[in-house]
């Protein structure tokens, strides 16, 4: 098993805290009593308080060291020292004090009491003696050291994945912010400049013209055309807004109060059934409302020119349902029709479903065409 693999859930349990402050404690308990079962009561003494400061090898580990070393002098119990070691090993920055204490244990399992009388004589015993004391004092130090740079290169390449996704989520918010000003200048200079003249030559034509149907269809054009241009301006500036301060303020969006007058400027025949049943739906859903009523008197501008039109708008259970709904086309097609992508249905529909709602367009068994958007009012 990798280290980047889970531990299975059956073998988790031995990396609980618990189990791995008490499984050495219970080891070098083992070791202490099978060691010193035949010893003097100080000798038992030094040897309990060895296993005993092991509890607080992870908060202390030095002093825990010092405090195992008197036992492994004079009763040769091993596992505890090695056990201190370790947790110096693990919790220290610097090499110098594991080292210091590996050293120190060492001496100690070399020269242990009684100190024999042939100890310094150059002898193949000795020579294998020094030299297991000195991988006995080595070893828990060397694997102290590898777990803590472990645990060390774990918490970097943590880091250096958390620095990696900011990178990326940084990188992406540019793109975007890029993509968000070049569609805003699009907007402005090629959309905002067409709309710009459409009102220039309308005003011109109700400053003209004397016929009355055609200066009031002129200023109607007007009307619509600065709307429109307002609503760019706004669309221009949450575009733009991406990445500043959030506190840059926009204007407000359009809301239930403004459908009168979005009604009023359509320049449609239509029938009105405006009755919300209370004073103020959440923004997101009013918002979600008007532009469904916008796109509804939009296309039937476009596709059935002086048909009937009925806007509804009433709550019902909780839920506010609008309906845009035309009959039969009645006026002759325009020549040139006006443009479209298809997508503001699709839209209509994304808004409908993000606020928990539904949305239906299809035509009517009279020839017609009918929008239906029910949104609840819990909607946001």
Known sequence: ??????????????????????????????????????SAPWQLALSALSVVALFWRRRHPLPVVLLTLPGAFFNEIWLAP??????????????????????????????????????????????????????????????????????????????????????????????????RARLAREMHDVVSHQVSLISVQAGAIQVASTDPASRDGARTIRELSVRTLDELRQMVGVLRAAGVNAGTPLAPQPTLADLPGLIDGSGLAVTRRLDPGRRHWPEAVERAAYRTVQE??????????????????????????????????????????????????IGLRERAVLLGGAFTAAPTPDGGFALHAVLPAAGA
């Not at 859930?9 to 219970?26: E, M």
């Not at 244990?105 to 020094?130: G, I, K, M, T």
């Not at 390449?157 to 989520?169: I, N, Y």
């Not at 476009?302 to 019902?316: F, I, L, N």
């Open 1 to 38: 098993m990798t280290p980047e693999e889970p531990v299975p859930r059956r073998w988790a349990w031995l990396r609980s805290p618990r189990v791995t402050l008490l499984v050495p404690v219970l080891a070098a308990a083992l070791d202490s009593a099978l060691v010193a079962k035949d």
């Open 82 to 179: 090695l056990t201190a070691v370790y947790s110096v090993a693990a919790a220290w920055p610097k090499p110098r004090v594991p080292v210091a204490c590996a050293t120190a244990f060492a001496l100690v399992e070399f020269f242990h009491w009684p100190v024999p009388a042939d100890l310094f004589e150059l002898s193949r015993d000795n020579a294998l003696y020094a030299i297991q004391s000195v991988m006995l004092g080595a070893g828990p130090a060397a694997l102290g050291m590898l777990a803590r740079t472990r645990r060390e290169l774990a918490e970097r390449v943590d880091e250096l994945t958390a620095g990696r996704r900011r990178e990326s989520r940084l990188l992406a918010e540019q793109v975007l912010t890029a993509e």
């Open 296 to 345: 509804g008197l939009t296309n039937i501008s476009k596709h059935a020119p002086g048909a009937e039109v009925t806007v509804r708008v009433a709550a019902r259970g909780g839920k506010l349902h609008v309906e845009v709904r035309n009959g039969p086309p009645t006026g002759s097609a325009p020549a040139n029709p006006l443009p479209g992508g298809g997508h503001g249905l």
